[in-house]
Structures are given as structure tokens and as C-alpha cells.
């Protein structure tokens, strides 16, 4: 029986990209948001949603990882490290000179910031859904409109593609999770995602939390942190480290961090991205 996997739709979008590379094989359910994605995984109507969580240009996605901390009991099982290459695309008849607003999703207006201040520093930039919702809003626009999307959107849309890779970096890369309602099994080269917070600020005390990590010789991937939604100032901090739940030493810098934190939850453990660098 084929896994349901739910993505940010509609067809197109680099999430659908990445739920191919994880899964060529599985049906495929288009939502219309990241958080129903989430939710279709929750519900049963998919098996796994696969998520956008961080990119190399535009950073974290914020909608992902509030989902993560505030609301979602899904677990990440896995990862998916997708290069990503946009291409701004337009009506057949339309010329570029005449463009006067953008379409595309706001992490993708970000990566193409610089592209867009050079080529088209007098259009309107727009926030869509998704860039393939973007190529939709742009063929629907009474303005002259462009859309940022990928090459299978212009197909999908039959689209005319102006330019190619207009990315301000040619490394650009989206890291992609994979939800479930349980992670993955130890493999031996895994990584654990996790969130905390401290009940009071006080010098040094996150310092002295990670300290469990470091005294214990696991390495710290990456940190970063979101509000806590209680006020200015106060910070839940998310943090990726080396090694599976289940490993002795992650399981012993965990009990430690307890002590420290007021709030501690494992995201997942699962199997590292082979190509991932972001």
C-alpha cells in the first residue's frame, strides 16, 4: 500500500519536489498551508507531512517551527535537503520592462532579493501561499505580473520563464522535515531535534544548559529561538544536536537539561540528510 504523504501544495511547489525525493513512490495529498499539512498527518488523512523548516538564504520558517513547538504532537522522522533554483515567470505576452508587481512566497521573494532590486526595483513584491499559488495569483492579475517559482510550476502553468536561476546565491538550499506520529529508529548517524525554556533570565544560564551537551562531547548543529508568545523578551530556544534520543550519552544530557529548563521537548530523532550542509 503506497504511504500518503501531505505537502504544502498546490503541484509544483518545492515541498511537493521534496516529498518526491523522499518518497517517489507515495500519494501525494496538496494542502493549502503548512499547518494543514501538519494537521492532515495529525488527523489520518495522511500518513507523514513533509514540511519546510529552514532555508540556506532566507532562514528558518517560522510557521513550521511554531507548529513544532506550540502545537503539533507529530514527531520529525526524517529530513530532506533540496537545492533550489527559481525562475521568474510571466504571462507569453508580457514584457519584462512592464512588470509592476511580483508574485511568490516570502521565503522566495527573500532568496531573490537582491535579483529583484536590480531587475524590477520598481514592481510591488507580493506574498503568495506558495510559489505555485504565486504563478496562479500572477496569470489572474489585471496588473502586468510576474511570479518566483520553480521550473515544474512554469510547466505545470504553462508559463512564460523570463529568467532562470535568479537566486542571490547559488547555494541555495531548503532543508525539508518529515512528520510523524513517531520518529525514526536509531541508524547509528542521526540527529535530534529539541526545544527548551527557562522559567527566569539569569546570566549565563544558557550557557550552563548547552554546557550538557559539550561536557558529554555532542555536537551542537544548530541553535536558533522563537517567543514564547508570554511577553517581549522571553524565548523558547530550538536546538539540533548529534546522536539519537536513545543514545546513552543524549539520554543523560537530557536528563540534565532538565534541571535546568522549564520546558523540554524532543522534536525527534532521526537519520541525518547525507548531503546536508545548512
Do not use: W
Amino acid at each position: 500500500m503506497k504511504k500518503r504523504l501531505s505537502y504544502l501544495g498546490p503541484e509544483g511547489t518545492y515541498t511537493e519536489e521534496a516529498a518526491t525525493k523522499y518518497d517517489p513512490d507515495a500519494y501525494l495529498v496538496s494542502c493549502p498551508t503548512i499547518t494543514a499539512a501538519a494537521n492532515a498527518a495529525e488527523s489520518g488523512d495522511a500518513d507523514e507531512a513533509v514540511l519546510p523548516i529552514e532555508n540556506s538564504l532566507g532562514g528558518a520558517v517560522a510557521e513550521t517551527l511554531d507548529l513544532l513547538i506550540h502545537q503539533s504532537k507529530l514527531q520529525i522522522r526524517s529530513e530532506i535537503v533540496l537545492p533550489i533554483h527559481h525562475c521568474i515567470m510571466a504571462k507569453h505576452d508580457t514584457n519584462p520592462a512592464d512588470v509592476s508587481v511580483v508574485f511568490s512566497h516570502p521565503q522566495s521573494l527573500a532568496q531573490c532579493r537582491g535579483y529583484l532590486e536590480r531587475h524590477y526595483p520598481n514592481a510591488r513584491l507580493v506574498a503568495s501561499l506558495s510559489n505555485s499559488a504565486a504563478v496562479g495569483e500572477m496569470q489572474a492579475s489585471e496588473e502586468t505580473a510576474a511570479a518566483i517559482a520553480g521550473r515544474r510550476a512554469a510547466e505545470l502553468y504553462q508559463a512564460n520563464v523570463l529568467d532562470r536561476e535568479i537566486e542571490d546565491n547559488p547555494s541555495n538550499a531548503t532543508r525539508f522535515v518529515v512528520m510523524g506520529h513517531t520518529d525514526h529508529e536509531p541508524t547509528g548517524n542521526d540527529k535530534t531535534s529539541l526545544c527548551f525554556d527557562f522559567k527566569s533570565d539569569a546570566p549565563g544560564i544558557l550557557v550552563v544548559a548547552l554546557g550538557e551537551f559539550s561536557n558529554r562531547d555532542l555536537n551542537l548543529n544548530k541553535i536558533e529561538s522563537r517567543p514564547t508568545r508570554l511577553g517581549l523578551g522571553r524565548y523558547i530556544f530550538l536546538v539540533d544536536i548529534d546522536g539519537h534520543r536513545q543514545d546513552a550519552k543524549v539520554v543523560e544530557a537530557l536528563d540534565a537539561l532538565r534541571k535546568h529548563v522549564s520546558m523540554l521537548k524532543v522534536l525527534g530523532s532521526y537519520p541525518k540528510e547525507v548531503s546536508s550542509s545548512i
